[in-house]
């Protein structure tokens, strides 16, 4: 079946701008995952989702980042205000349930300028 | 607070040579422990999980241990291939830190033909 589906790929926007990125996880999975890569890094944990509602959300950096996942199968997440330390790839992984096995998507990259 | 490592940040090896890459991590109280590749500019690609009840997985050339007592994971690769490279990353799940996993930054690997 389908794996973990993320849009769009790539996201150029200006300082200030408010941006959405889409998950679209594997058909089933109730586990959501958002991350953040920056260049040479491993990811870092942002939010996770158990069904619609969000389990843990200690990743977030400030009030600007928020995620959300209403029908408890695609997310978005969404940047307020963006600024230039904003920029990395963002990645969304599903997993059957917590403690399985986490599938990742191809991620967005996002620049802000 | 989990903290993972991985040791070396950069391998070159030739095409051929068995090679393993090294994972630390600094709280036993894991469920598991997961392997990925990166390609460059890609998203994470699961190589293997390890739960935290078992002490080894292998898939094709790729096997991965896990001690969880000395907080140490290895993942062993026989006759490496150019098409190898890539980017080796490890990550934990940790039950006292919710569904999310704690990654390493990475080994950059490259296997020269």
């Known amino acids: 079946g389908a794996g973990v589906s993320q849009t769009p790929s790539n996201k150029v926007t200006e300082k200030g701008k408010y941006v959405e990125l889409r998950c679209d996880p594997i058909?089933?999975?109730?586990?959501l995952y958002w991350y953040r890569q920056s260049l040479g890094q491993g990811p870092e944990f942002l939010i996770y989702f158990q069904g619609t509602g969000a389990a843990d959300d200690s990743g977030l950096p400030n009030d600007r980042f928020f995620a959300v996942r209403p029908e408890g199968s695609v997310s978005t997440l969404k940047i307020q205000r963006t600024e230039r330390g904003d920029s990395a790839v963002y990645l969304c992984?599903?997993?059957?349930?917590?403690?399985?096995?986490?599938?990742f998507g191809p991620g967005t990259r996002l620049t802000v300028l | 607070k989990q903290e993972v490592t991985q040791i070396p940040a950069a391998l070159s090896v030739p095409e051929g040579e068995n090679l393993v890459l090294n994972c630390s991590f600094t709280?036993?109280?894991?469920?598991?422990l997961q392997w990925f590749r990166q390609d460059p500019g890609k998203g994470l690609t699961s190589l293997l999980l390890?739960?935290?009840?078992?002490r080894e997985q292998t898939s094709g050339r790729l096997n991965a241990s896990l001690d969880k007592s000395s907080g140490r994971s290895t993942l062993y690769i026989a006759a490496s291939q150019p098409g190898d490279s890539a980017t080796y990353l490890c990550a934990v799940g940790t039950y006292n830190q919710g569904g999310k996993l704690i990654f390493g930054q990475g080994t950059e690997l490259s296997v020269k033909p």
């Open positions: 709280d036993s109280a894991i469920y598991n």
């Open positions: 058909s089933g999975h109730t586990a």
């Open positions: 390890i739960q935290s009840s078992q």
């Open positions: 992984a599903s997993s059957a349930d917590r403690a399985n096995e986490q599938f």
